[in-house]
């Protein structure tokens, strides 16, 4: 259940991993100009070389890197760019009082992510990764993704709300990016 179609499997696959791949579509994504679908190895060694990337130059922090990292993730998935895919940058988001909220990124309908600084416990983030996705219609992302650049939890709230279907360490992300195979 990694997610979703656009990132590399259909909505209802199994989990893939470097030693079960995910299905990937005939087509090249929207906004991928490279214009042929990378290998599984080819995949496994630039989320390779992503990790090495982000542990030599990432420190952690949420408002100067979390742009920066999360470029390179798409970048390290065949992507040009983020932008390049299609997802926005802090979009901003009406709430229920008026105010605004500023989700990290979004790519409708595939996924809202939310970046906090190195370290921190992401189960106390929760309720403010499933408000944003609330408040992200029409056209809702399937799926919520929150970061602290050492792990990613992923959200699947069609299927169950209240916990993670899977959590992926950033150093085991090239043996296990299906859940986050951005494709």
């Known amino acids: 259940m990694g997610l979703g179609y656009p990132l590399g499997q259909s909505p209802k696959a199994p989990l893939a991993d470097a030693h079960n791949p995910p299905a990937q579509p005939e087509t090249p994504g929207r906004g991928n100009t490279r214009g042929s679908m990378a290998t599984t190895a080819e995949k496994a060694a630039k989320l390779a070389a992503f990790a090495d990337w982000a542990d030599t130059h990432i420190k952690g922090d949420e408002k100067g890197e979390a742009q920066l990292f999360l470029d390179r993730l798409f970048q390290s998935f065949g992507w040009d760019g983020l932008k390049e895919a299609g997802a926005t940058l802090e979009q901003r988001v009406k709430n229920a009082a ?3 909220f500023f989700p990290d ?3 409708k309908p595939v996924v809202v992510i939310e970046m ?3 370290g921190t416990d992401l189960a106390k983030h929760y309720s403010q990764a499933f408000t944003y996705w609330t408040r992200l219609v029409p056209n809702r ?3 919520a993704v929150l970061c602290n650049f050492d792990e990613f939890w992923v959200y699947d709230f069609e299927t169950q709300l209240d916990t993670p279907v899977d959590k992926v360490d950033l150093a ?3 043996k296990r990016f ?4 951005l494709r």
């Not at 299906?178 to 195979?181: D, I, K, S």
């Open 98 to 100: 008026g105010g605004t």
């Open 105 to 107: 990124l979004v790519w």
């Open 116 to 118: 906090k600084k190195r």
């Open 141 to 143: 992302p399937r799926y």
């Open 172 to 174: 085991t992300l090239p």
């Open 178 to 181: 299906g859940p986050l195979g």
